[in-house]
């Protein structure tokens, strides 16, 4: 048998099993920080981080953020939209050992996600969730939130109304 049969067995087989990853897998870990930015003109600005030590807020937007950078209204959004030309959430998920090594994510992986994800977690949840089919890094909906890992679940009731709202 050559060489690049063997090539044209394996490659489509290891593709396959990173989309079945993220058809049948549910990835499962801690969030252990959260953070928003602005991007104007090419230019990225640090908006909020939000982590273990604390929450950390640009200078510039302290008033118009108020007390809570950890959960962004429709309102907040709207106006960091006038001032950005977009603005992106993410959060940085410490992943759970489990499920099969083979296909698992590890360590710490950040994530892109809608505003009323982001808003609907904090540092410290354990979640259960699905990335998208076209970018493995954006998270794209919640299958269980919970306090403690011992009580996350593979499925449950998750308390965001809208997870793909921005």
Same mark, same amino acid.
């Given at each position: ?12 087989? =290891?593709?396959?099993?990173?989309? =079945? ?5 549910? &990835? ?10 602005? #991007? @104007? ?23 118009? =953020?108020?007390?809570?950078? @950890?959960? %962004? ?13 977009? %603005?992106?959430?993410? /959060?940085? /998920? &410490? !992943? !759970? &050992? ?32 699905q990335t998208s089919l076209l970018n493995?890094?954006?998270? #794209?909906? =919640?299958?269980c939130l919970a306090d403690e890992k ?17």
């Open positions: 048998m050559k060489r690049r049969s063997v090539l044209a067995g394996v490659v489509p087989f =290891l593709q396959g099993g990173r989309w =079945l990853d993220q058809l049948l897998l549910v &990835n499962q870990g801690e969030i252990v920080q959260k953070r928003f930015v602005g #991007i @104007a003109e090419g230019e990225t600005t640090e908006i909020a981080v939000i982590d273990d030590d604390g929450t950390t807020v640009s200078s510039e937007h302290e008033e118009q =953020l108020g007390q809570s950078p @950890a959960e %962004i209204s429709p309102e907040a959004a709207t106006s960091l939209r006038e001032t950005y030309d977009s %603005i992106r959430f993410h /959060v940085t /998920v &410490n !992943h !759970h &050992n489990g499920s099969l090594k083979v296909f698992s994510r590890t360590g710490l992986v950040e994530y892109r996600t809608s505003r009323a994800l982001y808003s609907g977690t904090t540092v410290g949840d354990h979640i259960s969730f493995s890094d954006t998270i #794209i909906s =919640l299958s011992e009580s996350l679940q593979r499925r449950c009731r998750v308390g965001v109304e809208d997870p793909t709202a921005e």
